[in-house]
Structure formats: C-alpha cells, structure tokens
C-alpha cells in the first residue's frame, strides 16, 4: 500500500505543476485576444479616457507579467482574487464593500454544474454499464448493433446538435420536460430534478458511448478465458457467467474511463449549458471569457484542471487497487 | 395624449402629471398574475447602477421596473412625467424648473425629494465615474434645490429638449444619502420591486403597493425576467411556454412564430440604424464628391431585402428615423445610381476609386454580408471597395472611430437634437467622421439655434434643414433602419401602440402589459 502512496503524491506534485502550468497558457491565451476587459465592458462607449480610467482602476495598465504574479501570490495564499466586473463596479459605487469575491461569485454556480455532473452520472453510469453487459451478452447480434450504432452516433454528433433534437422531441412535440433549465436557489429538489432534465441527458448521450464500448469490450475480452470456459462448463447461464464472473475482473478499464468520463461532466459542460441556460461554471466561464474578466476566467479554469486532474488520479488509483498484479509489482 | 401638442407639453408640462396619473388605459387591463420574459442582453456584470445599463436586460429591470426617471417616453413618443409632474422653461431655454411628484416613497419607505434628483444626477458627473450620460449631466451648469419638491437645473446652453433628455434610462433616481445600499439591493420608487437578483441570470420583482402611478400602470403582481442570450434558446422557451415574451427574434426563424396560432409577432420601427461612417478627415473621404459617388453606389432597397430579410426601413443618410419628431419624411430618397457614382467620382478627379471597408459582425448582424453588397453594387459606379473582415473583440475600440471606413450601428434618440449631438455635432467623442466646423459650418450653426428654439415651426425648418445636408454632405451613410422584432404570447395582452425607441415597448413592458 506504500505504493499506491508515493504514486499518489508523486501525481498530486506533479498536478499542483500542471494546474501551474495551465494558469500561465490561461492567461497568455486571454491576454492575446484583442481588446480587454475596459474595452469590452464599455463597448461603443469606449472613449480613451474612460479605457484608461477603468485600466487604471483595476491595475490592467500594468505590465503582464507584474500582473501575473499578482495574481498568483494571491492564488498561493486562497485568494482567488475579485473579479474585474465587480471590482469595476466597487469603484463606482467608491467602496469595496459591496464586491463579491471570484470564490463567492463561482461557488453557487459550481454548486450548480455538480448538481447536473451527479444527475447524469446516476444517469449514465448504470445505464451504459448495463447497456454494455447486455451487448457483450448478445454480442454481434442486431441488439448489439443496433446499440453500438446508436451511442456512437450520439458521440460523434456536437452537443448543441444532440441537445436540440432532444428539445425537439421532448420539450416542443411532446412537451415532458422544459427546454428551459433556469435553476435557482431555493427551489424544491423534485423541480430542480426535471429542470436539469434535458441537458443531463444530452450530456449521457454524450458519454455512454465510451463506456458501454468500454464495457463491452473488456467483457468480451475475458469470455475466453479459462475460468469463464469453467463457469459455463459448470452449466451456470451466460447472464450470471457475465454479471457474476466476468464483470468484477473487468471492472479495472471500465472504471478508468467512468472516471475520465466523469471529469468531462465538470469540464465539458459549456456548450450544454448555453443551449439550456442552465447556471453553472460553464456559462459563467463563456460569459468571463467575453468580457475578458480573467480572474474569473483563471479561477475556472483552474476548477476544470482540477476536476481533471483529480479524476484521472482517481481513476488510475482506482484500476492499481482492482488488480492485485498492479499493486504488488515484482 | 391627442390634441395636447408636444410642444405645449413642452412649455408647461402641466398637463404631463394629470396624464401621468390617468394613465389611459387603451383596454380594460386587469391587475393579477405574472409576466416571464426571456431577455438577451444580460451579463455576470450587471448591476443596478444606472451608469452601467447598455442593454435591453437591465434597461428593462431597472428604468423598466424598478426605477423611475423624472420624465418617460410614452409608447407613442410623446413626453410625459414620471417622478416630475411638470416643469417650465424660461425663454432662452436655459433654466428649467421642475415640480417633482409628492408622496412618493422608495422601497425602503424614504420618501423622495428634491434631494434625491441632485444626488443622483451627480452620480453621473462624478470624479472617475464612467456614466454614457455625462455629456448630459455635465451640460446642468447648476442644481438648487427651491424647496423639498421643484429642482432648477441652469444649462450651460439653451435646449430646449431638456425634459427629454431626463428620460434617459442612465438616470436613474436613487435615495440620497443611500445610494450604495440601492446600487446593491436595488432599491427605486419603481413600479415593481426587487425580490431577487442574480447578475446574468435571472431578475425577479413584485408589484410595489399603494404605487404613485395607481391602477393605470404595472399590472402584474410578479415579474421574473431570465436571461437567455441565445437566439435558440429563447425562442425554444417561448414555444414550449416557459416564458410570456421574448426579445430580439431571430429573422430567420421569425416565420415559424408567426405560424404558431399562440403567439404574436410585435414589430416596430425606430430609430435603429446600420451605419457606415467614414472620416471626413482623411483622403479620400474629406472630398465631398467621393463621399456622394459612395451614396449612390449603396443599394439600400437590397438591403434591407437581404439584410434585414424586409424587417426594415431603407435610410437616407441621415441618424433621424420616423420614429422621430421631425423626421423629414418627404425629402428626396437617394436611389442606386452607379452613373451619379461615376460623375461624382469625374468631380473629384477620379476615374475608380480603390477604399478599404472595414467589417465585423459586432457592428451589426450581417454587416460582413451587407458590406459585400455594398462591395457589389459600387463596384458597377467604379468603385472598387475591399470588405476588410475585423475580429468581433475589441471592435468599437480598435476600428470604430479609427478606420476611415466601417460598419456601425445606433440605437437612435429620442429627440433630434440628442442624436446629433452624440454623433455629428464638432467636437464630441462619438462623432464618428469627425464631421467638424469646417466641413459643416451651416450644420453645427443650426444645430446650436435649434437646440434653443422652442418654436416648433421654426425648429422643424431648421432640422429639415440639417437633414438635407446631411443627405447630400454628411459623412455617414445610413442605408437602412432596422426593425425591433419582438414576440408575446396570447396570455399577454399589450396595448396597441408599442414604443418603437428600444426593444419590448421601450424595456417598459412591466408597466404596460396585463395579463390577458
């Protein structure tokens, strides 16, 4: 068990590296994009003075770089800093007092998009795993097609795509569940529930095809095994050979990519939220990045690097700990 | 509000509080029940600081519900009063004094008063404040306070436009002494008042009791305004009924609302105009001729068929539309004529002309496209343009008043005046082609005689005038106005004139529309 320790330290070292390195391609990459957060925020009205005003206001007239470490100085001691908007209407108003901060702003919204990550993956996860045991138990037959060819088209087409035809026939022909999925606090969990709805099931569209592939795939790969050939030999049905025998030594691959699928919910989720105008991070972050607000822009980022990192971690811990080869190297 | 003049209104304004209160309801409106609108135009930072408003989604929150201004446009343009009954104007125009409303009460129960005005104007002239109204405010050379309810403004200059200028949805009036707390909570003497408000995402209001404005406005016991800044989205919420109303339809998808038998299409013009402004600075385009071979190498009719897929008017150059006063509405409509192209260019000792067009789509949906046409049908008078494509970011900073040759857009004003004196009057920030007092002696001579007239004989003469030069002069080609195209379902009924100076019955859909 040492091992799995040093492995897990080393990966989180390794992590704190990469969420380092993801803030500094972050904040290049927004510092490239023409215009910044005073020309956006004043659009037409942008005259020089009231740019230079509002650079001057929120520090942006400093060079990169001082910029940068400010930030991250910040970062190091949990200040997420405040965001330009805020900040930029504090200085209206002539105090700080009314700003909230970068973790206040994201935290409900973050709230939010786990709300809808833990509505699809109750969703998702049973219903590709089951549909992937069913299709290694029929494999190559019409069954087994016909669902390979439905979750793969499902992957292969864009969200905003899946998402409509989902409203089309769920919100406006037959009219089950609102295209709308405006949650807000304070609203009863059954209502939130059918809410997110319609965006939790583009979002399964989306990633079942992985792991009921995935799952289908390590399946059939074991049902040549001996052990397996000893099971049906012992006249057990091809079901319980499957669920009872072939499952728990498959499971190692299939928890890798339920993991990896799982950061995707956290992390993929902006189209699917703009579609449905639903309140998580994902809107906040297409909202931050057009009005070049970085430190909201970073403070996502950083979230969805994050849930990244963690998960694959996760995941990879998760297969050394199913297969006792991995966890007593030789 | 027939057979009262504007500009009787103007001079007195007396009757403007009795109309106020009278309200006029066009059909029996009932109070009760709720309005939710889906609305585009809302971002993470919005706020409820008057000075910040741009778009539709806190233009309607705020001056639409929950704040007043002293004076309102009424849905048929007239002027009338809001948290000012009326007011008078001395004979050069420069002193105003108006009599604000009594018993009027914040939602925090403050009551409201001549304190309150000065406060909130001078919010927007503050040190490092960064208010779209300054230029307003900055021309009130002096507030007093006469007694707790009349406020004398004393103008730099005469306008005699000054009370509409008070409608602006900038101004705000905020409780003295109070201000941030109702910057923060939201805190008016509107129609409606705040519940809950998430910046970017959802509004919620209700209806404030014992209101000034009475039984005549503000219908609703709850308002809930979301934001959907996707066309789809927000079209898709008002077919399956999540919202009452929605904003900004999309014009190619309009005609499967219009088959839907539960909604209804609102579609009104205004003052909203696609530009292309050139500097009147810079070669080619300080040579009055080349200007004029461009006038008439623009098809507008193409357009506004193309463009605006006929949602639209074709313009004549000038920023003044029908929605306007004096609009001069029998003037000579510039035609394409690619021959007028080719003799104009002979005037200024051209055979072709070879000029970049700058283009984006943040000037105005499709500008890219219209910029192509326009690249098509000049191409026949000899004129050779380049559509150079500009990135969406950072547009108005980067291009707009620095290309000598872009696309652009405008709201439109309400009064004449207030249009030309944001963008051709010599001299202000948004001027933009710099069209100055050289090039335009006899344009800025009577702008500054018609801001002061308060004879609206003598007033239209003159702005029929300015419009004339601006058709054949000016620096800006304005090709077409575009419709606000708008869409309300059955359980909301809206009167029958609806305000054509913004989008949703000039934001004040709250105050006007019922429940059917």
Known sequence: ?330 | MHGISRRGLLKTGVAAGVLGLSGMPLRAQTRGGKLTAGLSGANTSDSWDGRTHSDLFMIASAQGAVFDSLTEIAADGSLKGELAESWEASADAKTWTFNLRQGVTFHNGKSFGADDVIESLQLHVAEGAKSAAQPIVAAITEMTKITDNQVQFTLASGNADFPYLMSDYHLLMYPAGQTEEAIAQGIGTGLYQVQSFDPGVRMVATRYPDHYKGDGAGFFDEIEYIAINDNTARMNALMTGQVDAINRIDFKTEALLRANPALRIQEVTGNQQYTFPMLTDTAPFNDVNVRRALKYGINRQEMVDKILLGHGAVGNDTPIGPANQYYAADMEQLEYDPDQSKFYLQQAGLDSLDIDLSASNAAFEGAVDAAQLFQASASAGGININVVQEPSDGYWSNVWLKKPFCACYWSGRATEDWMFSTAYEAGVPWNDSQWDEKDSARFQELLLTARAELDSDKRRDQYAEMQQILRDDGGVLVPMFANYVQAVNNRISSPDTVGNLWQMDNARMAERWSVA
């Open chain 1, 1 to 330: 068990m040492g091992n799995v320790l040093k492995i897990i330290l080393q990966r989180l070292a390794l992590g704190l590296l990469t969420l380092l390195i993801v803030s500094i391609v972050i904040f290049v990459a927004v510092n490239l994009l023409p215009g910044d957060f005073a020309q956006s925020i004043l659009g037409q009205g942008a005259t020089p003075e009231a740019v230079a005003s509002i650079r001057a206001d929120l520090g942006l007239d400093q060079p990169p770089v001082t910029r940068y470490f400010q930030w991250l100085g910040g970062v190091l001691q949990g200040d997420l800093g405040t965001s330009f908007a805020q900040a930029n209407f504090a200085s209206f108003t002539g105090t700080d007092s009314g700003a909230t901060t970068v973790a206040q702003q994201i935290a409900p919204r973050f709230a939010n998009t786990m709300f809808l990550a833990m509505v699809t993956a109750a969703i998702a996860v049973p219903f590709s795993i089951m549909l992937g045991v069913l299709a290694a138990l029929y494999r190559n037959t019409v069954f087994d097609r016909a669902t390979n060819i439905f979750t793969l088209s499902s992957i292969s087409s864009p969200e905003f795509f899946l998402a409509y035809i989902l409203i089309l026939f769920l919100a406006v022909l037959n009219p089950i569940f609102p295209s709308l999925s405006n949650i807000f606090e304070g609203m009863a969990f059954s209502e939130r529930l059918e809410k997110s709805m319609l965006p939790a099931l583009t979002l399964t569209l989306v990633v079942t095809a992985h792991m009921m592939r995935m799952t289908r795939a390590a399946i059939i790969n074991l049902l040549a095994s001996p052990y397996i050939e000893m099971a049906r030999l012992k006249g057990l049905s091809p079901m319980r050979v499957i669920v009872k025998h072939a499952l728990p030594n498959a499971l190692a691959p299939i928890i890798n990519v339920i993991a990896l699928n799982l950061a995707y919910l956290i992390t993929g989720v902006v189209v699917v939220e703009v579609v449905f105008v639903y309140p998580g991070i994902g809107q906040l972050f297409v909202d931050s990045v057009k009005i070049r607000d970085i430190p909201v822009v970073q403070a996502c980022c950083l979230i969805f690097a994050t849930a990244f990192i963690l998960l694959n971690l996760t995941a990879d811990i998760m297969s050394i700990l199913s297969n006792p080869r991995l966890r007593h190297p030789k």
